[in-house]
């Protein structure tokens, strides 16, 4: 299994960032993809998943704001963030399966400041 995020930045409180996963190594189309991510000091938290079979889910937190959402021709998960808050700043993992059992990329950084 390999996953490599791409798309973090720095930017300002009510920005936009689209996040990508690049998947390989097994059979993305029919897997539960999610995304986590870990704030400084924080334990690792789900922030939004994807059952490959048209249901997302989504942490109560970024409901509304972030949308998951895949390709599976390119094996690609994506992750949309609309409104950012300075509290949405953390590394975003994408990750197999739901909650925070799977497996995990090395993550992009998410930073929110003015």
């Known amino acids: 299994v390999q996953l490599v995020e791409s798309g973090g930045d720095s930017v300002q409180p009510g920005g936009s960032l689209r996040l990508s996963c690049a998947a390989s190594g097994f059979p993305f189309g029919t897997y539960y993809m999610s995304w986590g991510r870990q704030a400084p000091g924080n334990q690792r938290e789900w922030v939004a998943g994807?059952?490959?079979?048209?249901?997302?889910d989504y942490a109560d937190s970024v409901k509304g704001r972030f949308t998951i959402s895949r390709d599976n021709n390119k094996n690609i998960l994506y992750l949309q963030m609309n409104s950012l808050k300075p509290e949405d700043t953390a590394v975003y993992y994408c990750?197999?399966?739901?909650?925070?059992?799977?497996?995990w990329g090395q993550g992009t950084q998410v930073t929110v400041s003015p």
């Open positions: 990750k197999t399966g739901s909650g925070l059992s799977g497996n």
């Open positions: 994807d059952n490959a079979r048209g249901r997302t």
